[in-house]
DNA sequence: TCTGTATTTCTAGTATTATCGAAATATGAA
DNA sequence: TTCATATTTCGATAATACTAGAAATACAGA
């Protein structure tokens, strides 16, 4: 997951994605905001639907894209796991604050 | 940084950074527990130095390796944004309630 | 200075990833 | 069925990244 969202479009399509959440956009809409040729793009979903990072649905002629929120989460409480918990490298708060 | 993180190599050297932490390790510590060549650990360490996810410091002939946990920190917080406050996709109790 | 150990740099081969135009496929509507 | 639009697949190229052996460099101690 950290390399399918370590490349610069994938990280923007992410975002793009969570801004849209929970609607997301269907493909030709992202096209339009992020101006990325049809064929990368549609490699770059591939990416991020085969690291489970995206759900779609068809819509007819469309193919609708949403940000899988379980998947971010995961990544999220790993990452806290590994920092905050597991060894105490950074304070929760430093994270928990932001939130409030 | 996702992209540092990203790689199973350097991804195990930074959970091993943090396990290690604050004292952090030297090369050759990481290379016996990792088992990578040591042309390939350099390049590695190098990689995540460059991406600021790491800090040297040189004691005599060994050079000793942490984890930067502010940069770890503003990834964790930049994560966090996005899925939680920025955009409300993920609730935040999911994650805070792993600090408890 | 010489020696041994730690680490990096050099070099190069291989593999993976990114990019995108053009053609193909999928769908719905007329 | 034909047309128009949406999206993917094909095919090819370029760019990056990974890997690691061998040589070079850095340092400390004798």
Redesign the interface.
């Known amino acids: 997951?950290?390399?399918?969202?370590?490349?610069d479009a994938r990280?923007r399509i992410?975002?793009l994605l969570?801004?849209a959440?929970?609607e997301g956009l269907v493909v030709s809409e992202i096209q339009d905001e992020l101006e990325i040729p049809n064929s990368t793009l549609s490699h770059h979903l591939d990416k991020l639907r085969s690291e489970d990072l995206v759900h779609v649905r068809r819509e007819g002629t469309f193919l609708r894209y949403t940000?899988n929120?379980e998947a971010?989460?995961e990544?999220?409480?790993f990452?806290?796991?590994?920092?905050?918990?597991?060894?105490?490298?950074?304070k929760?708060q430093?994270?928990?604050q932001?939130?409030k």
């Not at 997951?1 to 490349?7: D, H, R, V």
């Open positions: 997951m950290f390399s399918a969202m370590g490349n990280l992410m975002r969570l801004t959440h929970p940000a929120t971010l989460q990544l999220l409480q990452l806290y796991a590994e920092c905050c918990t597991r060894n105490k490298a950074v929760p430093s994270i928990v932001i939130c």
